[in-house]
């Protein structure tokens, strides 16, 4: 099972850009959907963006789509979300997650890392 690391959450104003890392280790991402998600207080966790196998196949979240961007890099054994034109809707814990292809479950999550927009 790949264990993940995410990096790059902050505090930031509305309109401004951020990155988050998430750093994969224990197996190489090849054969992995990667995806992110977040949860905001009181709130279900929330799926943002998915990143299939082959790199070049995504799927966004209706709140986030044309905002966010998901990439991945094989070599490096990590994932990515540029989100950009940021919210004061956007603030959660933003959380990395992993499933092996073909399966139905993310069952590798990392910690998570606290994104805070102000207006």
């Known amino acids: 099972q790949v264990q993940l690391v995410e990096s790059g959450g902050g505090k930031v104003q509305a309109g401004d850009s951020l990155r988050l890392s998430c750093a994969a280790s224990g197996s190489l991402l090849n054969n992995y959907v990667m995806a992110w998600f977040r949860q905001a207080p009181g709130k279900e966790r929330e799926f943002l963006a998915a990143?299939?196998?082959?790199?070049?196949?995504?799927a966004y979240a209706d709140s986030v789509k044309g905002r966010f961007t998901i990439s991945r890099d094989n070599v490096r054994n990590m994932a990515y979300l540029q989100m950009n034109s940021l919210k004061p809707e956007d603030t959660a814990v933003y959380y990395c997650?992993?499933?092996?292809?073909?399966?139905?479950?993310?069952?590798?999550w990392g910690q998570g890392t606290q994104v805070t927009v102000s207006s």
């Open positions: 990143r299939f196998v082959g790199a070049s196949s995504t």
């Open positions: 997650a992993a499933k092996w292809r073909g399966t139905s479950d993310y069952n590798s």
